[in-house]
């Protein structure tokens, strides 16, 4: 199964930094297999990406060896003097097809791809619903967040081909570097 994840952290008044990002017992640190970096215009987002890819990536891939229904992230980011733990836990609505990801614009049909927008899921745009980490000016909240997303399956050449829509083509990231759960 080919799972493409975009760990974001979205900060108007600081500067966030990946430690490290969990999903299914695979550890990846900040700074050794992760980077995190800017590949949008809007600077204000954070993206994990690939640290041997070379510039700004729109995420991760990870390849499994089985299909999961049911996976959970969790990732924590350096905010000025805090460290904030985002938690996500994903539930897969279907099995038609043999990738996932997080990245709501791909949902829908752009160029020609059939619409896979889950019918549980009501419509709101993709920038709204992205489960991003939102750092509010004033920190002094939670350290802790929780969410929960579901997201249909995608078609791999939908996700190899489409993922960063509306980026530069060298802001996806490449099956090459995907990172590989036995």
């Not at 750092?135 to 929780?146: A, L, T, V």
């Not at 997303?149 to 993922?163: G, H, Q, V, Y």
Request: aromatic share 8%.
């Amino acid at each position: 199964m080919l799972i493409h994840l975009k760990p974001t952290c979205v900060s108007a008044h600081f500067q966030p930094t990946l430690i490290d990002f969990t999903f299914y017992g695979l550890v990846l640190r900040g700074g050794q297999e992760l980077a995190t970096r800017r590949p949008y215009p809007n600077k204000t987002l954070a993206v994990a990406c690939a640290k041997q890819e070379r510039g700004a990536k729109d995420g991760i891939f990870i390849e499994t060896a089985i299909r999961l229904q049911n996976f959970k992230t969790v990732s924590r980011w350096a905010i000025g003097a805090h460290i904030v733990r985002h938690e996500i836990a994903y539930t897969v609505l279907d099995t038609e097809h043999d990738g996932v990801s997080d990245d709501v614009a791909l949902w829908m049909a752009p160029h020609g791809w059939p619409n896979r927008w889950p019918e549980t899921v009501p419509f709101r745009p993709p920038v709204l619903l992205a489960p991003w980490l939102k750092i509010p000016d004033d920190i002094d909240g939670p350290k802790e967040i929780r969410q929960e997303f579901s997201l249909p399956t995608l078609e791999r050449d939908r996700i190899l081909t489409l993922a960063g829509l509306g980026l530069p083509e060298n802001r996806r990231p490449n099956l090459e570097s995907a990172f590989q759960l036995a």
